[in-house]
């Protein structure tokens, strides 16, 4: 069962249903705050697969750090000067011939592991968090694990998409960072180049904020309505009333993650001033507590975000669409 103090706040009744998203999101934060099963659960999940993933990556890049470590000193990579940007653009752009092939190797096995990992894990944990918050809803880890693999190939191909266009907009603009016959260097735009990855990041972030509203919510209108893949899919672009206060309360979402970035970078930056004393060790000790709080902070924004949007979906919702469509 839900928790009452979650529902009372957000009752199905007609005259609620006019509300504004974030009118009840202020209790359903209290009411997430007082079940720390919930939040356990999500941190759960998440570190299960991320902790071994980052672990694996560390040891995969201390490899290939360790074999070419001589070929990338030798690029003056840590020579970079401010005052020759265009040297170090050619630096870097060495480095990359050196660490592209040994990446790609290293990618072509970690890159599906990694992918197939985070769709069960984020799959069978979603799923589990639902049914902790409401003992009604069933439990369905095919559709789930299978609608969240389709968000993570639609993310990854949203950076091969972003990544082909920054490529692009470099080959362009910087065309003539190459050395020409007398030993100098070409004419090249730099400010094309930043304009041009300005441009192309905030519109691909577009895209995929366009993107991802589809595949967040897919999976949980599977288990809400025990829908089929393709069927909570369709669900997604047609919520009716439910869409504005979402968009509402993703606005609210968002203002929140950036205020807990701009805290974590504050509170990295707090030892800065007394360098002479808090450095090595206890720096980094004080960076990684940092991180983790901001970790169990934005989990727990994301419990209260799926918790929001089931207590929105059973005001909102249509008295049709509560019937069960196909359950492949």
Not at 31 to 58: D, I, M, N, Q, T
Not at 75 to 94: H, R, V, Y
Not at 158 to 169: E, G, K, Q
Not at 261 to 288: D, K, N, Q, R
Request: aromatic share 10%; proline share 5%.
């Amino acid at each position: 069962m839900s928790d009452p103090s979650i529902s009372a706040t957000v009752s199905p009744a007609n005259a609620r249903a006019s509300q504004r998203g974030t009118q009840s999101f202020v209790h359903i934060l209290a009411a997430c705050w007082h079940r720390p099963s919930l939040l356990a659960l999500e941190l759960l999940w998440r570190w299960l697969f991320g902790v071994p993933l980052l672990a694996l990556l560390g040891w995969q890049g201390l490899r290939i750090w360790t074999l070419n470590t001589a070929e990338i000193r030798s690029t003056g990579l840590f020579d970079f000067s401010l005052q020759l940007p265009m040297n170090g653009a050619l630096s870097i752009a060495e480095t990359y011939q050196i660490l592209r092939a040994p990446v790609l190797h290293a990618a072509a096995w970690i890159f599906p592991v990694a992918v197939a990992a985070a769709a069960i894990a984020s799959g069978l944990g979603r799923n589990a968090v639902l049914c902790r918050y409401d003992r009604k809803l069933p439990w369905r880890p095919a559709v789930s694990v299978t609608l969240q693999l389709l968000r993570v190939l639609a993310l990854c191909a949203t950076f091969a998409v972003w990544f082909a266009a920054i490529h692009w907009a470099a080959g362009y603009s910087l065309a003539g960072a190459s050395p020409t016959a007398d030993g100098g260097q070409g004419e090249t735009n730099l400010v094309l180049y930043c304009a041009l990855v300005i441009v192309i990041s905030l519109g691909i972030f577009t895209l995929w904020a366009l993107l991802s509203w589809v595949f967040s919510i897919a999976p949980l209108l599977a288990i809400l309505e025990r829908r089929g893949i393709a069927a909570s899919l369709a669900r997604s672009f047609r919520l009716g009333p439910l869409t504005a206060k979402l968009v509402e309360i993703n606005l609210v979402m968002g203002i929140v993650k950036l205020a807990l970035i701009v805290l974590a970078m504050v509170f990295s930056a707090t030892p800065l001033p007394f360098e002479s004393v808090v450095h090595g060790t206890p720096l980094y000790l004080w960076w990684g507590a940092v991180t983790f709080l901001y970790l169990i902070a934005s989990d727990f924004f994301q419990v209260a975000r799926v918790a929001a949007f089931v207590e929105l979906w059973k005001l909102c919702l249509p008295p049709d669409a509560s019937s069960p469509a196909s359950t492949s």
